[in-house]
Nanobody, 122 residues
Framework: QVQLVESGGGLVQPGGSLRLSCAAAGFTLDYYAIGWFRQAPGQEREGVSC???????FYADSVKGRFTISRDNGKNTVYLQMNSLKPEDTAVYYCATDSTTNSCIASMYDHWGQGTQVTVSS
């Protein structure tokens, strides 16, 4: 059974940093596409950063140069390092995985974690 558990969210001031973690169970992470998505109130869920099944990296334009996705195959965990955070980064962040996709589109991902809240505010 595929399970994803996110952690690391919280309240941070603008310009601050957070690192999100997503621990995977029930499958081997390095053979799957894995990504971070976010959803703010009243908005659609959007792809933030993904490692696709062919190993390609994707970053949304809004986070390029500030966020970094990485994967620790030994720990079966994927991370999202978020620097220079802005109030508009406030959202629930979700980790998701899929066995075949080469995209970072939410509808293409089958398995989701429960989400972790990130709030950027002074």
């Amino acid at each position: 059974q595929v399970q994803l558990v996110e952690s690391g969210g919280g309240l941070v001031q603008p310009g601050g940093s957070l690192r999100l973690s997503c621990a995977a169970a029930g499958f081997t992470l390095d053979y799957y596409a894995i990504g971070w998505f976010r959803q703010a109130p009243g908005q659609e869920r959007e792809g933030v950063s993904c490692i696709t099944s062919d190993g390609s990296l994707f970053y949304a334009d809004s986070v390029k140069g500030r966020f970094t996705i990485s994967r620790d195959n030994g720990k079966n965990t994927v991370y999202l390092q978020m620097n220079s955070l802005k109030p508009e980064d406030t959202a629930v962040y979700y980790c998701a995985t899929d066995s075949t996709t080469n995209s970072c589109i939410a509808s293409m991902y089958d398995h989701w974690g429960q989400g972790t809240q990130v709030t950027v505010s002074s």
